[in-house]
């Protein structure tokens, strides 16, 4: 089936989030180092019968775990591999980068040459100059890949997402593949679960062997890698990165001022609160400041009302990534500001990819914005209550001292 199109997924998107990620790490590590296992070192080498009980943070000329992290496992080197058993999260970004161990958590890297087999738990997010996953690959979630040559086998437990030069798919998937690029070919040794989605310039772009087994319909959209030119623009992720730095200065400052607002509520009834609030502020707000503005009086109290709009939004989006990082990282509570450092770096990094996707990006970006706004409305409300009580009681204890008349 064809579609002519214009929208189009980002062949370099994923990549410059994973640099983004790697570019940061480098500056904000020292203030998290003390909350976990640092390793530091020309080779730093996790030996095949040495067990660690926390995080992993390693940086070196070379990287090798071959021994089992109970925690998550950081690794920043110009060659990183990966042998051993990681029980939580697997982040990279290395020169060349091979794994093939076991991960039960989600796996993000980034790197020249990047290799990937192994039993994986969750969610492959990769990126690379060239990037190939193996034969003997099992991952239990998704894969979503980018880089200038990728080829996967395999098998894939959810979806596959490809961006590149050139995309070779001989893997087996439950789910849907969706690949753009300027050269693709399905191998006939391919079975995908349901739909097949590509986005090319031309339909000769696309190479379908006939014994590949798509269970669903097919999708081509033509033209679809010209439309938006800004994610090959080098300033574009040197403005995210910007934008990421900002908003980690902006969120540890927050934490100083209001360490209260990074707590998450612990009883649905909050929560369903807190998205109500959001929804209804979401829209009554800039309603209301219109309606005020239309007065001459009203124009500074509309000002000033939609700056605060503005500004509870931003913060709001900044708890909302510190709370999806702290939920990755799987942290207990944002009680240590070595923990929030990285909670929101993860937080801010994946929000600005999710809110870049085509398709979804806007809906994601809503339901940040929903979530944002109610928790820092919430949490004024909660602020005003807490006073109100304590003028009352203050008030009957006042009252209870004053002698009779």
Avoid at 212 to 229: M, P, V
Wanted: aromatic share 6%; hydrophobic share 50%; no cysteine.
């Amino acid at each position: 089936m064809l579609r002519s199109s214009r929208s189009v997924g980002s062949r370099s998107l994923w990549l410059g989030a994973w640099l983004a990620l790697a570019v940061l790490t480098a500056f904000v590590y020292p203030a998290a180092a003390h909350a976990a296992d640092l390793r530091k070192a020309d080779r730093v080498e996790i030996a095949a019968d040495e067990v660690i009980d926390d995080t992993l943070i390693a940086f070196g000329d070379a990287v090798v775990i071959r021994g089992h992290v109970r925690g998550d496992a950081l690794a920043f080197a110009r060659t990183v591999t990966v042998k051993g058993t990681v029980d939580g999260n697997l982040i990279t970004a290395a020169d060349r980068i091979d794994l093939d161990g076991a991960v039960h958590g989600s796996v993000m890297i980034a790197g020249q040459n990047v290799t990937v087999g192994g039993l994986l738990g969750s969610q492959l997010y990769a990126a690379g100059r060239s990037l190939n996953l193996g034969n003997e690959l099992e991952v239990a979630g998704d894969a979503i890949l980018t880089g200038s040559a990728v080829d996967v086998a395999g098998a894939i437990g959810r979806d596959v997402y490809a961006m590149g030069e050139r995309i070779e798919i001989d893997a087996t998937m439950a789910r849907d593949l969706v690949i753009s690029g300027a050269n693709l070919r399905v191998g006939g040794t391919t079975t995908v679960g349901r739909d097949l989605s590509a986005q090319v310039d031309g339909a000769e772009d696309l190479v379908l062997e006939g014994g590949a087994s798509i269970s669903g319909e097919t999708y081509i959209e033509l033209d679809a890698l010209n439309a938006n030119k800004r994610y090959d623009d080098l300033g574009f992720y040197l403005w995210k990165i910007a934008m990421i730095a900002a908003g980690l200065v902006f969120g540890l400052v927050a934490y100083m001022v209001v360490p209260d607002l990074f707590q998450a509520p612990r009883e649905r009834k909050q929560w369903l609160r807190m998205i109500g609030i959001g929804l209804l502020g979401l829209f009554a707000i800039p309603v209301v400041s219109i309606i005020t503005a239309a007065t001459l009086v009203g124009i500074p109290l509309a000002a000033v009302t939609m700056g605060g709009y503005l500004l509870a939004l931003y913060l709001g989006k900044i708890v909302v990534a510190a709370e999806l990082g702290r939920r990755l990282l799987r942290f207990r509570a944002q009680r240590k500001r070595s923990e929030l450092v990285w909670s929101l770096l993860l937080g801010l990094v994946l929000v600005m990819v999710l809110v870049e996707l085509p398709y979804i990006g806007g809906v994601l970006g809503f339901i940040v914005a929903v979530l944002g706004l109610g928790t820092v409305s919430n949490y004024l409300f909660e602020l005003r209550d807490r006073r109100a009580q304590r003028r009352s009681a203050d008030e009957t204890r006042v009252r209870t001292k004053l002698p009779e008349p």
